[in-house]
Structure formats: C-alpha cells, structure tokens
C-alpha cells in the first residue's frame, strides 16, 4: 500500500474533487447527481442548476416535476428529484439550513448513503469517518488486489483496514483520477504505472 499511494501521489500531487460547486448543499446535489452519471455530465447540468436553485428554500418549495425536468440529462432523474428535494427540506427542518458535521447525522438525511457521506464530509470539513466507494475504486481495489469483495460497503471496511487514516479522503479521489486517466474500464493495461501491482480476479 505505500508504494501504491506514492505512485498515485506522484502522478496526482495535488487530488480534488471534480464536482464544482460553491456553496455547501450545492455538493450534496452534485454528489447525489452523480450516481450513475459522469462527473462532466453533473457539471453540465448544476452549470444552469446552481444559477436557478440559489437558495436551499428554492430546492424546498420546488415542485418534483419541474426538478425533475431541471436534471433530466442525469439519468435517473425521478429518484435523484424525489431524494434531493427531501434531502432539502430535512436539512432545512433538522439542521437549521446546514450541512451536518457527522456520518451518522448525514446518514439521516434521505438519499444519503456512506460514499455521498464520505464525500461531503471529506470535502467539506476534511473529516475522516470512511473511504468513499465509486464504481472506479470498487474496479481498481479490486484489480489491485486490496479486496476480493463486489460491495461498497466490504470493500470499504478493507481499504479502511490497509489505509492509513490521513489518507483516506484523498485515497478515492486519487483512485477515481487513474482510473479517468490511465486506467479505464476496458484498459488493456499496457501502459498502466500501477500494473505492476495488478492481480488476476
């Protein structure tokens, strides 16, 4: 695991999220919005999103309908609607307008599971309670042999296991950017500056 982190550091000194945003529920919408969903694509959508929904109040009094148009393009778009918009109102009802500061109040927001949570937490107040788990760390644990596992939540517990806590913010981000940029889905692996630590599944 060191070598694997100073290799990904090497090549990424500097990793951050690519959802952009400026206020603090902005990221829960794009984190939400980007199930399924590249992270190019959510950024062409909160683009015009973020200019319309100013205020948590504008997510609040929204009708589903017209959300669900407003994020069409994301895929999923009901569900992704229905779970913004509550996670909205609960913020606004339970924490006063703010983002919750821990896992286990973000887990009573609805639409939140542990990857969005560790997301949110991670960039916002640089808090460590977990690994966020994507579709690009579930491949590439995986193919690094860092877990045997399918699911997010056994795969989490094992890189929590082998990665030092100071790195577990930055360690997702850091798998997400070599699998975008040096070793995507169908990679052959020829050219892969971790292939050296590649398993067979």
């Known amino acids: 695991m060191p070598k694997i982190l100073r290799i990904l550091t ?4 500097d990793p951050k999220c690519a959802l952009r945003y400026k206020k603090p529920f902005e990221l829960l919408v794009a984190v939400i919005l980007s199930a399924q969903c590249t992270d190019k ?5 909160t683009k015009d999103l973020f200019k319309k929904y100013k205020m948590l109040d504008d997510y609040v009094s929204t009708t589903p309908r017209e959300f669900e148009r407003d994020i069409y393009s994301t895929g999923f778009y009901r569900a992704k609607a229905r779970n913004i918009l ?3 109102r609960a913020i606004k009802k ?3 307008g703010k983002i919750p500061k821990t896992m286990r109040e973000m887990l009573t927001i609805p639409g939140v599971g542990r990857k969005t949570a560790n997301v949110v937490l991670g960039e916002l107040y ?3 309670e977990g690994i966020a788990v994507d579709t690009h760390v579930i491949r590439l644990s995986r193919l690094l042999g860092l877990t045997k596992y399918r699911d997010a939540t056994k795969i989490e517990r094992d890189l929590i296991a082998i ?3 100071k790195d577990w913010v930055r360690f997702s981000h850091l798998l997400i950017l070599y699998g975008r940029e040096y070793c995507t889905a ?3 692996h020829l050219n892969c500056p971790l292939a050296q630590f590649y398993v067979k599944m």
């Open 126 to 128: 640089d808090t460590s």
């Open 163 to 165: 990665v030092p806590k």
């Open 94 to 96: 339970d924490f006063n």
């Open 10 to 13: 090497g090549l990424f000194p």
């Open 86 to 88: 509550a996670a909205a």
């Open 41 to 45: 694509r959510v950024n062409e959508v």
């Open 186 to 188: 169908r990679c052959k």
